[in-house]
């Protein structure tokens, strides 16, 4: 079974092998311009002159068209999410509607850029350990967000903000809460900010922009000015996993179980579990 | 010892000043036509200049979209000021924090124009966007200027792609990077 695991592991993903191998043996001994056999660390051959490492570009390219995919991507997401701000129908079946159009934009950028995501979704790279630590620090940094924005919203709004309240009339409020709350951005906001919008990123410049562009997007992108204060260091830190383990299944679990804990402490205030 | 590991005996590379193998007619290190006609070398250090002078144009660009940051900072920390003390605490305390944003990007420009820019960018569009639809006509406000802002903010975020490009292409060809900040 293991190596069965292993083979089809091998078979979706020469790239990424490729990239986290020894980078001495990707490089050819000989150049590959002119056939010259080259010493260990050349930057240049040196009989033809060709550079080895970096690509020489002469024209600057366009840095907006290298980025399309994300910039499409965010100010379409925008548009709908103003769209559906602008609109005073607060009704549940608005918000279904909402979500279900932005998963679908979501998957379309996915399948156009598929490439991103080869490897991404493969079990072996998750650590249940790894795992275990990933989901308490969701769970205490929803703790602490909590406590954070409670005094805040106290303070500044002296009004206490409830996310749930809108399914408060459905027939099951729990259940419907956790699918549009935590599961639906759970798997779509993950796909879109840690898959295709930071590759994209990570393409034309590098992963240190790539985590910094889409942690920030991703805080903007909730459309809250105070929010920003804990969207976006939450939106690093799962840029940093994106990074880190070169997989999206840290980033969706420790999403959900964020989502979760702080859904969960709001019923808990609300009063719904009594 | 590996065959690879033999290092090169000979002359000094007149660019780098790396040792260069008398069989080889580029220098390994810079790719310096060494054994080149002085036509051949002289394109070479044009080559370094020219991407120079790019670099120059670029971080220049960067310095101007950095004003814009600074002005951006100013402004909102102006607005938030009056809007504390005319008893609109809230309008207030979003303009103070638009402000520390601003200031944040001015800071993070220095070390990664790269990833500050379009952060810069984006959020300048995403807050006129956000203000139309409380208030339509609020786009059209001073509309000179804001156009003036995103195309410093646009030049800055291609200046600053064009400056990583080449930092890195001249740190190839073990030139000093220019003009870096």
Known sequence: MKSCRNLTQSLLEPNDQLLEGDEQLAQPIACPSCGNSLYAGASFCGNCGKGLSVTESTESSNIFQQLS???????????LLLVYKLSSDDSVELLWFMDGLVSLVTIFFAIATRRYFIGKFSFHKVRPATMALVILGAIGAAIAVDFVAGLLNAGLFEEDVYETLIFQDTAYPVMFAILSICIQPAIF???AFRGFVFSNIADVSNDRSAIYISGFLFGIMHLSVVGLFWLVPLGLAAGWLRYRYNTLWYGMFAHFTYNLTIIMLEFYRLGQFE | MDLNQITPTGTRCLNCGATVSETDKFCTKCGFPVKGT?????AYRYKIEHRKKLLKDANQKIRRARTTLYIMAGLCFLAGLFFSFSDNILDGVVYLILALFYLIMVAWSNRQPFAAMPTSLIVFI???????IVDPVYLFKGIIIKVVIVIAFVRGVQSAKDAQRLNEELSQFNAKPFGAE
């Open chain 2, 126 to 132: 995403t807050i006129q966007l956000l203000s139309a």
């Open chain 1, 189 to 191: 906001e993950e796909i």
């Open chain 1, 69 to 79: 995919t994300t910039l499409i991507f965010y100010f379409l997401l925008l548009a």
């Open chain 2, 38 to 42: 002085e036509e051949e070398q002289g």
